[in-house]
């Protein structure tokens, strides 16, 4: 059979993690999302009425712990911005000057690296292209003086999770290569006096490119249609892909996920809380032993109002409010604080120390070199970002490309009264420094970012000299000594003094 299928075809893995992705992505949108998310998020109930469901989903809120999570985890490795080595000669080097707007947009490359260190993070994986400016028909050869002189030179592309559509590679020496990498791309441009969206799929495979777009025909189904193709000077597809936890290619599952569904919860919870809240502040009036044409008056329908009364023949009717007790607002709201209390301790576990086995737990208890979750994440991404700066490299044939260096010098604030007790024992006993001990403050998180150990030094001297200075001045004893350094000899106390 003919294969049908277009260049918008997705892979296994894509669709394995579509589902993942969009969670996340409704969690990120934040309350707007998720309400447009509609029932995917909040179901409705069993016979509810469809009014019923759209106003509990108008009173919907979220606390959005999974981006609160999310921003705190990623702040970690970016308290000091990303750097290249101090190894390269920084007149000679031009990634220095790169790094200031690597990719062509104003972006330096912390700030880009954030970026991309976010997106995976949020999604489990994400992608760079290493792309470089197109030569167009008819240009003459160039060299790479004339790119210089020209100012071209190899640039980053954020590629979203999801816009990878399809990846395919094989093992070429033990290592896996790419072969094939489909992208889903979207742009908005102007169509007369309106707009419209054009899709496109961009094709890589080593040393070429093609770019596919939808094309819409009057009565017919829209189609792909291949509208460029050029080759580039690489032999290999210049796309890198930053796993937190890789399972297969293109596939690793997000960090947070757990969180997120939990998240999803609390959503679904608050929104049947807010709805038993509204109906709780309004009490519902009932009858008994009351005939209701005769209480309605016209057509059954009774009258409520401040100018009203109710009145019946019967001698057994009566009127009385029915009030919620409210017994189903506390469930709600334990329920509710439990979830909360849970997702709060959640990006603790990130940055917990996790030793690998028992030589490394005593290596860690000595020297604490074990890894938390974060920090593993955090060097792996370290290399994607050395790929990514070589690829840069390759495009311009100037050999090794630079290495970076990024913050892992961080973990749990843990109470850690044991270690810390030690800690503080040492430094009494002056078997540790001063620099030592606070250096141990600093990796706790106990001591602010911008602290300068040298400029609280000094400040610790000048609180000391003035409080001698006031001690001095403010002593009664008239034959106390000005000096302290010049204190007498205490006299012996004589037998049976007190």
Known sequence: MADDKGPDNRSAAYNRMAPRWDLINNLLGGTEAMRLAGEARLPRHQEESDNSWRRRLELATLLNMTEITLDMLVGKPFTDPVRLDEESDKDSSPFHEWAEDIDLQGNNLDVFARRWFRDGMAKGLSHVLVDMPRLQPGDTPRTLADDKADGLRPYFVHIPAESVIFMSGTMVGGREVLDHVRIAEAELVRDGWGEKLVQRIRVLEPGKVELWEE????????????????????????????????????????????????????????????????????????????????????????????????????????????????????????????????????????????????????????????????????????????????????????????????????????????????????????????????????????????????????????????????????????????????????????????
């Open 215 to 498: 094309v819409k025909v009057k009565n017919r189904k829209a189609q792909w249609q291949k509208v460029d193709e050029w080759t580039t000077d690489l032999d290999y597809i210049p796309l890198v892909t930053f796993y937190t936890d890789r399972e297969s290619l293109g596939v690793a599952k997000p960090p947070l996920l757990d969180l997120a569904y939990m998240n999803v919860r609390h959503w679904q919870l608050e929104a049947d809380l807010n709805n038993i809240v509204s109906v709780a502040c309004f009490p519902m009036l009932a009858m008994s032993g009351v005939d209701t044409n005769e209480a309605g008056g016209d057509g059954g329908l009774m009258r409520l109002g401040p100018n009203q009364i109710l009145a019946t023949r019967s001698e057994n009717g009566k009127f009385y409010y029915v009030e919620h007790t409210g017994a189903a607002i506390k469930t709600g709201m334990e329920q509710l604080k439990h979830l909360e209390e849970v997702m709060s301790a959640y990006g603790a576990q990130f940055l917990r120390n996790k030793p690998g086995d028992l030589k490394a737990t005593v290596r860690a208890l000595d020297t604490a070199e074990a890894l938390s979750q974060l920090q593993a994440i955090t060097l792996s991404f370290k290399d994607a970002l050395e790929m990514a700066l070589q690829i840069a490299t390759d495009w311009m044939s100037l050999g090794d490309g630079p290495s970076v260096e990024m913050n892992v010098d961080f973990g749990l604030n843990d109470p850690d009264e044991a270690g810390w007790a030690a800690i503080e024992s040492a430094r009494k006993r002056r078997e540790i420094s001063r620099q030592a001990y606070i250096n141990e403050m600093k990796r706790r998180g106990w001591l602010a970012d911008d602290y300068d150990a040298e400029e609280d030094l000094e400040q610790i001297a000048e609180e000391a000299e003035s409080l001698i200075t006031g001690a001095a001045t403010t002593d009664l004893d008239p034959g106390q000594p000005d000096d302290p350094e010049q204190d007498p000899e205490p006299k012996p106390r004589e037998p049976g003094a007190e």
